[in-house]
């Protein structure tokens, strides 16, 4: 699928968007539960953060080997081994006991999602005919399953304990394959240059997903879960639960409409825009308007999700593409990897606006040098 048509991207898309929604939602309700639970996973808090953490850290080191198995089995053939795999490790969180077996699925999960990941965003860019439109669909297809499983995470896991959940999760990852066999089996030509074994220095978006990831997905994430467990003792769990939800529910309905507008008014200057209001609604959160910015802040996030798959497919077009949506998944995970293990030093030792306040700095200046390398 070296050049398909509009029509032909958006069904791949759309199938494979459906895959990745159907296999996360283990992996969101796991970052509910197991912080809250971790006893009755069999590990302690500090070893339930590096659980939690494993799965980005391992991509650092594997999405390279995985874009490599990408380039040369296609979606087809990754996505359907992914989605077992992505069962197996649903399965593992409900029935494992202890911190290196649920290690061992946590690395597992990390280089699943990686090729889920990947095939997602290659084949929403695969045409450049309205590609911030179909990544924006494509981000709302994906969190419908994690919108959903996280309440009836919360609501089961008092009913039933924590692991229960985990048992229907797997049966829904496995509902994924039909999907994962209808993807193309080779979306780019054998005779395509090899991918660079190594992470390169990064470049000003290199630099903006590290922020993002460590802002949006690690500070932002982690300070909500303590804030709210904080303002509502009684209720942190299902709480935590419907923030979450919420989130994924801002993506359905803003992401689309992000990708609409990117495409009509240029998604370089659309990121700058809106990475420079999250950073003023990452400065109020820290200084205690919670629940209004953390809101803003969701909001900001969805619109932004399909932005950068189509910025990178015009910056690199042709063969360079999967390589270079590759980087910026390995940077971003960096960032989301460094983002809980800064909050849990830093949370405690220091005022949350000075913390969300650098982070908010450090987010626009990494914008901002986007634009002036477009």
Partial sequence: MSDPDAST?????????????????????????????????????????????????????????????????????????????????????????????????????????????????????????????????????????????????????????????????????????????????????????????RIRPPGSLDAWSFMEGLTLDGLFIIGLSLLAQDALPDWALLAAGVLMALRYLSEILLSPLGGRIADRLGAERMLVVLSLATSAALVGFGAGWLWACAFLIVVLRALQLPLLAPIVAHRHPGHERIQALASRAVWRDIGAGTGPMLAG??????????????????????????????
């Fill in 9 to 197: 991207a958006d069904r791949h898309s759309r199938d494979a968007s459906i895959v990745l929604g159907l296999c996360l939602p283990a992996d969101t309700v796991l970052y509910l539960l197991l912080p809250v639970h971790a006893q009755q996973f069999g590990v302690s808090l500090a070893q339930a953060g590096i659980l939690l953490a494993a799965n980005r850290l391992v991509r650092i080191a594997g999405y390279g080997w995985v874009a490599r198995l990408y380039a040369e089995r296609g979606d087809r053939a990754v996505c359907t081994l992914a989605a077992l795999a992505s069962a197996c490790c649903a399965l593992g969180y409900a029935l494992f006991p202890g911190f290196w077996l649920l290690l061992a699925v946590r690395l597992l999960w990390g280089l699943s999602y990686a090729a889920l990941n990947l095939s997602t965003l290659a084949l929403a860019t695969a045409s450049l005919s309205g590609s911030a439109q179909r990544t924006g669909r494509s981000r709302a297809l994906i969190a419908a399953g994690p919108m959903l499983a996280l309440p009836a995470g919360a609501w089961l896991a008092d009913l039933a304990g924590p692991r229960f959940i985990f048992f229907i999760l797997a049966a829904l990852a496995l509902l994924a394959l039909p999907l994962a066999r209808r993807l193309p089996a080779h979306n780019r030509p054998r005779s395509a240059p090899q991918l660079a074994r």
């Fill in 345 to 374: 030093l830093l949370l405690p030792a220091a005022p949350a606006v000075l913390i969300y306040g650098g982070a908010a700095l450090l987010l626009s200046a990494a914008a901002l040098a986007c634009l002036r390398r477009a």
